[in-house]
């Protein structure tokens, strides 16, 4: 069984999850369920890995199947989530507004679905929370965890950032530190597209010509 947020509660339950719904929306100026970070940041260059591909989707939501290899040149947020997580939930508007704010800039949005109970590996309930939450970028069900596994992920919600050359160059785990995350996904657009580099230089004349 996967490590949940500190940011989770120990156990819940559906009739739980919408008890404590009510309640923190009843509490908003009193709770915050935000947590501190505990791990993630920008990774050193030399550090960086590429990003391993989205595997053993079930449904593609929102969008046809997507290939990591077939994204170069862009740069891909990859949110780890799972519809009942309220932290989850309190971290969707940023995902939503980046989406909306940079997807026409060279910004893919994939919200890896990862479900922690059965109920919440339904096609119907994810569709559901999509429509309700009016989610527009593309969602993957990864009821199998495959590709949770495959990006190591232990947390919901967690963010991976992956660059123009297709490495991970940014992680955050949990909420917060939403200032920090935008920053980067503009430092990261504004980097040169690989796709663009090998045009140029074949465009240039050669020396001596």
């Known amino acids: 069984m996967p490590i949940r947020s500190p940011a989770r509660s120990p156990t819940r339950s559906p009739a739980m999850f919408f008890a404590v719904t009510l309640a923190a929306s009843a509490a908003a100026l009193t709770l915050t369920f935000a947590s501190p970070s505990f791990g993630g940041g920008d990774i050193p260059a030399t550090e960086a890995q590429a990003a391993p591909e ?7 939501l929102n969008s046809q199947p997507l290939k990591l290899e077939e994204l170069r040149g862009k740069v891909v947020l990859v949110d780890f989530w799972t519809y009942t997580c309220i932290n989850c939930l309190n971290h969707l508007p940023y995902v939503k507004d980046w989406n909306d704010k940079y997807k026409d800039k060279g910004l893919v949005v994939v919200g890896v679905h990862t479900p922690e109970f059965a109920y919440e590996k339904s096609t119907k309930n994810v569709k559901d929370a999509i429509q309700r939450l009016q989610i527009k970028h593309a969602v993957a069900q990864d009821n199998s965890y495959g590709t949770w596994k495959a990006f190591k992920n232990q947390y919901w919600p967690a963010v991976y950032l992956i660059d123009k050359q297709g490495k991970i160059v940014y992680s955050h785990f ?7 995350t935008e920053k980067k996904i503009q430092a990261l ?15 240039s004349p050669a020396k001596g010509s």
């Open 54 to 60: 989205f595997q053993n989707i079930d449904t593609w």
């Open 174 to 180: 949990g909420e917060g530190s939403y200032g920090t």
């Open 189 to 203: 657009l504004a980097e040169p597209s690989p796709v663009s580099a090998v045009s140029s230089a074949a465009a």
